[in-house]
């Protein structure tokens, strides 16, 4: 009778173990990946363009890049330089 | 449809790491791991050059080409990204790079290698834009929130620029028109005035 328990206890510890794994499948295909202008969840979105609108978003992109360059900033700095 | 690409400018960096810390603060990036760095050439010399590297996002991209799991791929504005949940670790694409951007973590007991790690041109990975999963492997998605890479637009000096990249081209292409050449952009003349300017008494 102790001998049954035990090996009941055992089997019943065996089968537990085994529900607290995860599963750990090797992926073995690429996710897809959604397209950068259909917006984030995050909410830290810039303002300006509408998240799910390509052509919105290109227009952001577009904005975005001349901030970089200071020659769009001021009409003197893009001004060609003097000669002495 | 933009192709995204970094472009450094050796003449305006001026090694204050500041990409490098933006880039870290943004994605949360753990110690060992730099995805951008800045490197100098004969540095202490007169006339040192620094320049900011991080991956290209290459067009014809060796780690792709040399990965045995194929986990990268690349999307509609030319950003190479990867899978982390089919990285091995292998290193290979390490090999492969020329720039020395796949990075992997080294922390850990007897070196552990884990899954690779670069610079994603702020543009996160397949997981759901701006989730925690996202965040957790690959960092903040900047370009789904119409912004782009945090070390280009924070850099002080406009040194590396960040996007499309007949748009970034022109930028440059504009500045060096502008700026000239030789002792206008840097040496004494610039700093103390040029010999003409002014006789000794």
């Given at each position: 009778m102790m001998m049954r328990s035990t090996i009941a206890l055992a089997m019943m510890a065996v089968c537990a173990a085994g529900c607290g794994e995860k599963p750990q499948t090797a992926g073995t295909a690429k996710k897809a990946d959604a397209k950068a202008?259909?917006?984030?969840?995050?909410?830290?979105v810039a303002e300006g363009w509408k998240p799910g609108d390509k052509d919105s978003w290109e227009a952001q992109m577009r904005l975005r890049v001349q901030g970089q360059n200071e020659y769009s900033r001021s009409a003197a700095a893009a001004a060609p330089p003097k000669t002495p | 449809m933009a192709r995204m690409k970094f472009l450094c400018d050796a003449e305006r960096?001026?090694?204050?790491n500041g990409c490098v810390t933006a880039c870290k603060a943004e994605h949360d990036v753990p110690w060992g791991v730099n995805r951008r760095r800045v490197v100098t050439l004969?540095?202490?010399?007169?006339g040192e050059k620094s320049i900011s590297v991080a991956c290209m996002h290459c067009s014809d991209a060796p780690c792709m080409a040399v990965c045995p799991v194929d986990c990268f791929y690349r999307t509609d504005e030319g950003v190479v990204l990867h899978d982390k949940d089919i990285?091995?670790?292998?290193?290979y694409c390490s090999y492969a790079c020329p720039f020395g951007a796949p990075q992997f973590p080294t922390n850990g007991a007897f070196g552990l290698r884990g899954k690779m790690d670069k610079c994603t041109f702020c543009a996160g990975?397949?997981?759901?834009?701006?989730?925690e999963a996202e965040f957790d492997k690959y960092g903040r998605n900047r370009l789904a929130e119409g912004k782009l890479p945090a070390c280009a637009e924070m850099c002080s000096t406009k040194a590396l620029l960040g996007g499309d990249g007949d748009v970034v081209a022109d930028i440059f292409r504009n500045r060096v028109l502008l700026r000239g050449k030789g002792s206008e952009v840097w040496g004494w003349g610039t700093a103390y005035?040029?010999?003409?300017q002014g006789t000794k008494s």
């Open positions: 202008w259909t917006g984030s969840q995050s909410g830290y | 960096c001026i090694e204050c004969n540095d202490g010399v007169p990285c091995i670790g292998c290193g990975g397949p997981e759901a834009h701006g989730s005035g040029k010999p003409t």
